[in-house]
């Protein structure tokens, strides 16, 4: 069979959800070779449960994944406007039901190694793959292959360097110290200052504690409970958590927030990740209605993970040069949009239909990385902003700031709803094939003869 020369190597660093998109949307096209490094040991996530969205759906479902992912459900998700979260007032013995997020389609809760797995499995052969290769950076200059330097020792090559290494990216570091060196050499010393500072992550605040419950325990104690019709996410002042079920029903996922909006954009000293005793969340959640208290119940020998949720200042640009980043690399936000996963989706979609075009060459890859930027920048800073904006609302500091507000009041816990639903409405609202074509059109604009 007729091979086509290469066009251009492209090195993938990071096998999560984001990495592995972009490699299989690549693999599409015979004359882009790609390589995917990963450092950890061996392709796999970490973490409990995702959430997808309709918007994400589509773009799944023009990758060829869809079919794929519904087969994880239980129930297959519709296309009509439904009611997809429920929001109770939960801290006292008496909840209060706020309302309903509505959607388009029903949210999409799937376990995070289940959906990983997919697209490991969708990988050609062609694609070559490696564990154990964690990026220490790299080295691009004009004219010749960028060189990847890792931690082992080793050594690689490649045209177009993309980083999908998460929130303590490499590539970004390096990448926005070279951006840094460039200011500075051309006297923009204050701009060199600022990007010298804009690639260290920052404490959001909020610490998240996560878990799967085996499903036949929560049933067991409770086989009504609100999870199993429908998300739920019971809110408290300063505190909140979030359960549905995941891998057709085998497990709950149980997410817990605690907020310390004080600390925000403070530096976090301690661990990152690191295990809590279950005996915690239960003292967080004492006293709440009975639904939190059956699901912390079945908290006794789990092993309970705490994240200190940490995120990044904006970014104004994703690409530098032959290389680019996505994903968390990118945008790392705070997890109330559940949108993390849908994003890094929508940035290697963009991404991968931009370099397969017969208009990216090795001659005009930095101006259509450029263009990848320029689309995928403002709309991830906008799910950036609405994402923080949700976690005021679900620590209920609207109810709790100086105003005089009945926190019984049921018209205002409504009105948080509202507010909740504006944020969201993008989900379902608008698509993710608009900014697609809209990033094509730029290309055709900007390099077509």
Known sequence: ?????????????????????????????????????????????????????????????????????????????????????????????????????????????????????????????????????????????????????????????????????????????????????????????????????????????????????????????????????????????????????????????LSAFEFHLHEEGTHFDGPWVADVDPSYIQGLFQGWEKDVGEIVQCLDDLKITRWAVNVLPTLPFFAFGNVAILGDAAHAMTPFQGAGAGQAIEDASVLAALLSNELATKTTVPQVLEIYSRIRQPLATEVVRRARLNGEHFSLRTLTEPEHYDLSSTARLQGIVEQIQDNFEWVSETAASVDLQRAMSLLQAELGK
Not at 15 to 30: E, R
Not at 76 to 99: F, H, T
Not at 230 to 235: D, K, R
């Open 1 to 253: 069979m007729f091979e086509p020369p290469v066009k251009f190597h492209v090195a993938i660093c990071g096998g999560g959800i984001g990495g592995l998109t972009l490699a299989f949307a690549l693999s599409k096209s015979s004359d882009i070779s790609v390589d995917v490094y990963e450092a950890a040991s061996k392709f796999t996530e970490i973490g409990a449960g995702i959430t997808l969205w309709w918007r994400t759906r589509q773009v799944l479902k023009s990758l060829g994944l869809e079919e794929d992912v519904i087969r994880l459900l239980t129930v297959p998700p519709g296309q009509d406007r439904v009611p997809s979260i429920r929001y109770r007032k939960a801290n006292k013995p008496e909840g209060l039901a706020m309302g309903a997020m509505y959607s388009r389609g029903e949210l999409m809760g799937l376990h995070r190694a289940e959906f990983h797995a997919v697209l490991l499995n969708h990988l050609p052969s062609r694609c070559r793959t490696s564990s154990s290769k964690r990026l220490e950076s790299y080295v691009q200059q004009p004219g010749a292959p960028i060189m990847l330097h890792f931690q082992d020792g080793s050594t690689a090559t490649c045209d177009i360097l993309i980083g999908a290494d998460g929130l303590k990216s490499a590539v970004r570091k390096t990448m926005f110290q070279e951006a840094a060196i460039l200011a500075e050499s051309q006297h923009r010393n204050a701009d060199a200052a600022e990007l010298g500072n804009l690639s260290e992550p920052r404490f959001s605040g909020v610490f998240c504690y996560r878990t799967l419950i085996p499903g036949a325990r929560l049933l067991s104690i409770s086989p009504q409970h609100r999870i199993f019709s429908s998300p739920v996410q019971y809110l408290g002042e300063n505190r909140h958590m979030m359960a549905f079920p995941i891998a057709r029903g085998r497990f709950v996922n």
